[in-house]
């Protein structure tokens, strides 16, 4: 008697042949790796914490009720990490958050545990620094009057919750120096969360995904995210390594737009956003027509576009380095980008940016979801706001008065008086800062030839009617703060 087997029972008979097959292939091909769940919990002295964001980078999940997740990470995933809740403070070592744990594949367990925030997060104190870039052990002589400048004024706020974000470029092509700069900082006893720049990449490898790696090994992930009050805090890496030494653009990938995509998912629409990232979004408020050359790749983020539309349910901040000068730019009423200057000004050469920005950091009252700021200049109280040049006294300017507002953005109104009268509102123009163009000017003096001033927009002038009158300028910003200088000639 023959045997004869239906059609669905052959077709079933190929289908696990075709599965054994699979899995045999899998597991005999060479490096080839089956991936392994991950477990973890997120625990607090208050016991498990359930709904904290877990991610590898590529994907996010929530903890359950006790306070445990499971996961399988992607097969480039490098860390497990959280998005810490809220009224919550990741561990710390030597002030630098350590919010996530190395993959390892000998382990499974995941374990993280938050200390309460002992100071109300709903009031915070942000400082935003930029561009360190340390290329040598002197140049931390004059970074400890920066520090010194940082702690005096977190004293001056001892009622808030305080915390930095250092957009980039933490030191230039010296990876031996995190150390002593993490050393250096921390003595302001304020937890810093960084991100990568172009100098901080790791030259040489063949992607943009092995640049990293030297950053990774003591600060963590390269795009992460973090809550503090009512405020959002996502950092992202947008440097896109090209593959030969010191060629890079501005560009964020698909791996970091499909993580923030996730990330996001969990944020309410209409809540306060605070983003970080070293090269700038964009320079100027309306996009100009693309121009594929150098400069256009590496000063502004070429995908910038699809970033600001993911945004758009959002109030969002955010903040960028990279060219060593101040800049605001009003993207849209929700879309504000703080370009910060860098705290070592011309690259540690002299006492200002490119611009005539002094150097200094930015400074950010945080009132729930509301968020104002001003520029901090290192050695000068916060009312030290613009640099004032008398007429004759400049070269460049002749008769003209002239007023460099450095962390001006169109919500300001800058005014004038001769003698008390007002004289209306002076007039913006793009020039150079004569300070700037005089520190600069000595090549022989200056340890990089290329340093010189740069042209900016946010400088202001006006022509006395009398050659010995006295000038007096008010600078109003959006808070209402006004700052005046005056000058008897």
């Keep these: ?37 991950v477990t973890g919990k997120v625990n607090s002295s208050e016991g498990g914490m359930p709904n904290v964001v877990v991610t590898d980078g590529y994907q996010c999940v929530l903890t359950d009720s006790d306070g445990t997740f499971s996961l399988v990470p992607h097969q480039n995933a490098r860390f497990i990490y959280i998005s810490t809740p809220a009224g919550y403070l990741p561990a710390e070592e030597k002030m630098v958050p350590r919010f996530y744990i190395p993959i390892d594949t000998t382990r499974l367990a995941y374990d993280f545990f938050l200390n309460k925030n002992p100071v109300d997060d709903n009031r915070q104190l942000l400082l935003v620094t930029a561009d360190p870039q340390f290329h040598k052990e002197e140049n931390f002589k004059r970074y400890a009057t920066v520090v010194d400048d940082m702690y005096q004024l977190k004293m001056a706020y001892s009622d808030r919750d305080i915390l930095g974000i250092e957009c980039g470029d933490l030191v230039g092509d010296k990876p031996e120096l995190y150390p002593p700069y993490i050393e250096q900082l921390s ?26 790696a030297r950053y990774e090994q003591n600060f963590g992930p390269d795009h992460y995210s973090f809550n503090r009050g009512a405020v959002h805090y996502v950092v992202l890496n947008n440097v896109f390594y090209v593959g030969r030494d010191y060629f890079y653009m501005g560009y964020i990938d698909e791996k970091t737009f499909t993580w923030l995509e996730q990330d996001l998912s969990h944020v309410p629409t209409g809540s306060t956003l605070i983003l970080s990232m070293h090269i700038p979004g964009r320079l100027d408020e309306t996009a100009k027509p693309f121009q594929y050359n150098s400069r256009e790749i590496s000063a502004q983020t070429t995908n910038i576009a699809s970033l600001f539309r993911m945004l758009k349910p959002y109030k969002v901040h955010l903040f960028t ?69 008398a ?88 808070f209402g703060r006004v700052y005046q200088e005056t000058i008897s000639r």
């Design 187 to 212: 003595r302001a006893g304020i937890p810093y969360y960084r991100m990568p720049g172009n100098h901080d990449l790791q030259f040489g490898g063949r992607s943009t995904e092995t640049s990293t």
């Design 1 to 37: 008697m023959t045997n004869r087997m239906s059609p669905g029972s052959v077709s079933r008979g190929y289908a696990i042949c075709f599965l054994l097959t699979a899995l045999l292939l899998l597991f005999c091909l060479p490096g080839a790796v089956a991936a392994a769940t």
């Design 321 to 389: 380095g990279h060219m060593h000068y101040n800049r605001n730019i009003i993207h849209s009423d929700n879309l504000y980008e703080h370009n910060t200057g860098a705290v070592s000004g011309a690259w540690w050469q002299g006492d200002y940016c490119l611009d005539g920005t002094p150097v200094g950091y930015g400074v950010y009252e945080i009132d729930g979801s509301e968020v104002t700021w001003y520029f901090k200049s290192v050695g000068k109280d916060r009312d030290h706001q613009m640099r004032v040049y």
């Design 391 to 478: 007429p004759n006294t400049t070269g460049r300017y002749g008769n003209d008065v002239v007023a460099n507002i450095w962390n001006w953005d169109k919500n300001w109104r800058v005014e004038w008086f001769e003698d008390g009268v007002p004289m209306g509102e002076m007039t913006r123009f793009e020039g150079l800062d004569p300070e700037v163009e005089k520190a600069y000017s000595n090549k022989e003096k200056l340890e990089f030839s290329w340093i010189g001033p740069e042209l900016t927009d946010h400088l202001f002038r006006a022509t006395p009617r009398k050659p010995d009158s006295k000038i007096t300028i008010t600078a109003a910003d959006p």
